[in-house]
């Protein structure tokens, strides 16, 4: 079927164009915000924090290198809030004298299971712990990891050991110190005699955090004063950020490419079947404006060209052109006798009679009531003449609708040098001459002009 495009029927290419890029801008635009979003939260907003203190934190352990043979004494206090370690390092055969206050992760009664605190998302400790009696003493801090890669949940020695030694601030500052800087102790390493694999800081699991003694720690009595340890860190880690952003900007684009080239492709075929419409009403228009221009040019009742379809050949620069005008003898008669309708079927087979008898190259035209004109190019007078006879003999031989007989006189003539017009009016006047003599003949006209 064809269909006509037309603006408020459907809409047109161009604004359905403008609507896909008024998406895509606002498409655009909500990326850009997300993207700001997503990075002002990160840098500013999601910070999240684990704050170790006397006030949150049960019961503390304090052990000593009693554990592990050595001689020294220590004990823990809370004092104004704080944790107080009172530390009394003793020199023994053991040779690596501590003292540290624990902070267990894991359930003590259930212990089996191995499950301690994921701290991987922290990205900063701040230690406010110091010596109180003392100036220049180090301290180390440790977390314990636990694996059962490299470890047992009952055998404590097995935990991973990550931590620092480092020198606490004196005055109120807390150190702060980066969770990345914490190392993997190589004697722990070494005892267990586990791959180098292992070697790498692990914060997934930790079953223990400890501060303790550093570890040229001398004989004496110390007091450390622990006021806090807190974590700080964000919810996600920046390439957990930057993943989701590239994420969301790659399936966006995918997104964008997928549905630009569906886009496309509707377009196209709209485009091409719109191409195809007006192809077809173009044909439709040729057929159409054929059909107009045969209807101006033909007489309706016996398809014959008429005066305006025949005009065109006298235009013609032809050397030789003839012309035969055929008027039927006594056809109101018929008309009176047999009727009107009988008349036209005579009128119709009578063009056609002539047509099927004279030359393809020969035009046919109905020249007015039962006149006919043929014109015929490139036909000398003689052969005009012969013709016309023989048109005369069929017509008169002929046994017309109803039984009825006919005769016509034809007037025939060669154009010389005059006008269409005058052509005519030559044949006409000889066509005139075959009346008056009696009809049922042909008469010629010889051009007698310059
Ligand atoms: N049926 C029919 N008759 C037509 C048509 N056009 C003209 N006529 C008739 O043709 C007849 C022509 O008559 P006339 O001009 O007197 O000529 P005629 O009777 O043929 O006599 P001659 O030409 O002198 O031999 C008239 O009766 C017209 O009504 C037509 O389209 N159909």
Redesign the pocket.
């Known amino acids: 079927m064809l269909t006509i495009y037309k603006k408020g029927c459907k809409k047109l290419n161009t604004e359905v164009f403008m609507e896909h890029r008024k998406l895509y801008n606002l498409a655009l635009v909500l990326l850009l915000i997300v993207t700001f979003v997503a990075i002002v939260l990160q840098f500013f907003v999601l910070e999240k924090t684990l704050l170790l203190h006397p006030g949150n934190t049960d019961n503390p352990s304090v052990i000593s290198d009693q554990s592990m043979g050595g001689g020294s004494v220590a004990t823990l206090t809370e004092k104004d809030g704080n944790w107080l370690m009172e530390c009394n390092v003793i020199i023994t055969d053991y040779n690596w004298p501590f003292c540290e206050i624990s902070i267990s992760f894991f359930d003590q009664q259930q212990n089996q299971a191995g499950q301690g605190i994921d701290l991987s998302s922290f990205s900063t400790v701040y230690l406010k712990a110091r010596y109180l009696n003392k100036g220049h003493d180090s301290l180390r801090f440790q977390l314990r990891n636990f694996s059962p890669d490299y470890g047992s949940v009952g055998n404590q020695n097995t935990w991973k050991y990550v931590g620092i030694e480092y020198w606490p601030e004196n005055a109120t500052g807390a150190n702060e110190i980066p969770m990345e800087s914490l190392q993997v102790a190589t004697w722990w390493i070494v005892e267990q005699r586990l791959p180098i694999k292992y070697a790498v800081p692990e914060f997934d699991n930790v079953m223990m955090l400890e501060l303790a003694t550093g570890n040229n720690i001398q004989p004496g009595q110390y007091f450390i004063e622990v006021e806090y340890i807190k974590f700080t860190g964000k919810y996600f880690t920046n390439n957990q950020v930057l993943f989701f952003l590239i994420f969301l900007w790659v399936s966006s684009a995918i997104c964008f490419l997928f549905f630009s080239l569906k886009w496309s492709r509707k377009r196209l075929n709209e485009t091409e079947k719109k191409a195809e419409d007006l192809r077809q009403l173009n044909q439709l228009l040729n057929v159409k404006t054929k059909e107009l221009k045969d209807k101006a040019e033909r007489d309706p009742?016996t398809g014959a060209l008429n005066r305006a379809g025949i005009q065109k050949i006298f235009t013609k620069e032809l050397e030789v052109l003839s012309l035969i005008f055929i008027?039927?003898?006594?056809?109101?008669?018929i008309?009176d006798n047999y009727g009107?309708a009988t008349?036209?079927d005579i009128?119709k087979e009578f063009s056609k009679t002539i047509s099927k008898n004279c030359r393809f190259t020969d035009f046919l035209a109905r020249w007015g009531?039962?006149e006919f004109l043929l014109v015929c190019p490139n036909t000398s007078l003689s052969d005009a003449y012969d013709l016309a006879k023989a048109l005369r003999k069929i017509v008169s031989k002929k046994i017309w609708v109803n039984n009825i007989r006919l005769t016509a006189s034809f007037g025939v003539a060669q154009r010389g040098n005059e006008t269409p017009r005058a052509f005519i009016e030559r044949a006409d006047k000889a066509l005139y001459d075959a009346?008056v003599r009696g009809?049922d003949q042909v008469v010629l006209s010889e051009f007698k002009g310059s």
Do not use: M, V, Y
């Open positions: 009742l008027d039927i003898d006594h056809f109101k008669p008309n009107h008349g036209d009128l009531g039962e009346k009809r």
